[in-house]
Each structure stands twice: as C-alpha cells, then as structure tokens.
C-alpha cells in the first residue's frame, strides 16, 4: 500500500522568510511519480510539481524549489522568501508508475504573515 | 481554455434527500476523476473514467453513491439518499492521459456540500 505522510500540519512564518515542507512516502513500487499540489483559499488544488523516481536531481522554479532524496523517501518542497500570495494549503501525492490513483498526504497549511 | 468546472459551487440539503453533483471536464482530456476532501480523511479517490468508462470505482463509500459519464463532457456524482457524513467538498478532475505522463491532474474548483 502507498501512503503520503506531511507530519507538519501547519506553519506560520512572516514574509521573506523561507519556508520548508516535508513530505515522507511509502511505496513498494520501484517505479513511481510523486507530486505537489497548492489549495489556496479559494479550494481549488493547483498542479505544481511531478518527478518520477529515477530522477533525483533537484528542481527550482522561481521561488520554488524541491528535494528529492530517495534514500529517505523524501520529497521536500522550499519556498524561499515567501509572500502573503504564498499562504494556502499544500499538499504532497504519490502514484505508481502508470497509475492513476493519487494518493495524498494530509496537507500543510502555511500561513505567510505580511 | 476554461478549465474544469463543476456545480454548484455549494449545496445544503438535508438528509435523506438526492444530491447531484456535476463536472465538466477540460476538453480532449480523456481521464476523469472524482475526489472528495474532508478534515478527518483527507483527499480520496472515489471513482475515475477513461474515455467515459468507470475504471476503478474502489473508493466509492457505499451503494448510496453513483457516477456516471454519459460523454465525454460531462459526469454526475449523486447521493441518494444523502446522510451528514457525506458532508464534504467533492472535486473533478480531469488529465489529458494518465497522470504520471506529461499530463496532470486538472482540478475543478469544488462543490462544497452540507448534509444537515
């Protein structure tokens, strides 16, 4: 069975400070993708990220940045420098290779103060 | 394009009554998926199409629950009848292929739903 877990349930930083979100997996599959989706307070989850399991190298966009270390089945998520725009819910999924059931994590909720 | 949109956005009802929920998936995507998202479990998959037909309908909770995608722009959630811990926000989703290609999950904006 898969299972995403975000132990951190809630954040809460001011703007400009960076702000990290763990994301540990289980999976016995050896080929996988996993994911990270954005809920602002709108409600709707926004696409941000997919990597598969053969490619750890690390990705940046924009303020954004990932790690994933699949020594510790991790895949972290940064956002450097945070804006109030930045506060939202996000969540981190996982699917076996040609799979079409997500599963998610319980989300991290961050809340950027100005 | 317009992305996937369902409705209503919100629905109060109370219970024992049907309760329907709409999605119409981005066009050309040829996956669609349901989801629904409380506090207590978090976001589940509760059923997904290809091409219009149920794939894999594991996730639906009980007998109450039925989906249907009678083509390819358009599909139905209903509830009958409806109980208070169907309360929740019901998602649709939809992706060109299957997610872990070059092709994401696309997500409607919610329906959120109250069983009183």
């Known amino acids: 069975a898969q299972k995403v877990t975000q132990a951190q349930t809630e954040i809460s930083v001011v703007e400009k400070e960076d702000v990290t979100l763990d994301c540990v997996y289980e999976?016995?599959?050896?080929?996988?993708?996993l994911f990270w989706y954005k809920q602002p307070p709108s409600g709707e989850l926004v696409f941000l990220i997919r990597?598969?399991?053969?490619?750890?190298q690390n990705e940046i966009s924009g303020r954004y940045s990932w790690n994933f270390q699949k020594s510790t089945s991790s895949f972290n998520f940064t956002i450097t420098a945070s804006q109030v725009v930045d506060s939202a819910v996000y969540f981190c999924?996982?699917?076996?290779?040609?799979?079409?059931?997500?599963?998610f994590g319980g989300g991290t909720r961050v809340l950027v103060k100005p | 394009d317009a992305g996937v949109i369902q409705s209503p956005r919100h629905e109060v009802t109370e219970m024992g009554q049907e309760v329907t929920l709409r999605c119409k998936p981005i066009?050309?995507?040829?996956?669609l998926f349901w989801y629904r998202q409380t506090m207590m479990r978090g976001l589940e998959l509760l059923i997904y199409?290809?091409?219009?037909?149920?794939?894999?309908d594991s996730g639906m909770p009980e007998d109450r629950f039925s989906a249907k995608m009678p083509n390819a722009s358009f599909s139905t959630l209903k509830i009958q009848p409806s109980e208070p811990r169907d309360s929740a926000v019901y998602f649709c989703?939809?992706?060109?292929?299957?997610?872990?290609?070059?092709?994401?999950?696309?997500f409607g904006n919610g329906t959120r739903l109250t069983v009183t």
């Open positions: 989703a939809s992706s060109l292929a299957v997610p872990t290609g070059n092709s994401p999950l696309h």
């Open positions: 999976t016995r599959d050896t080929t996988y993708y």
């Open positions: 990597r598969n399991s053969f490619d750890e």
């Open positions: 999924a996982l699917t076996k290779a040609a799979g079409n059931k997500l599963t």
């Open positions: 066009s050309g995507h040829d996956y």
């Open positions: 199409f290809n091409n219009n037909v149920p794939i894999d």
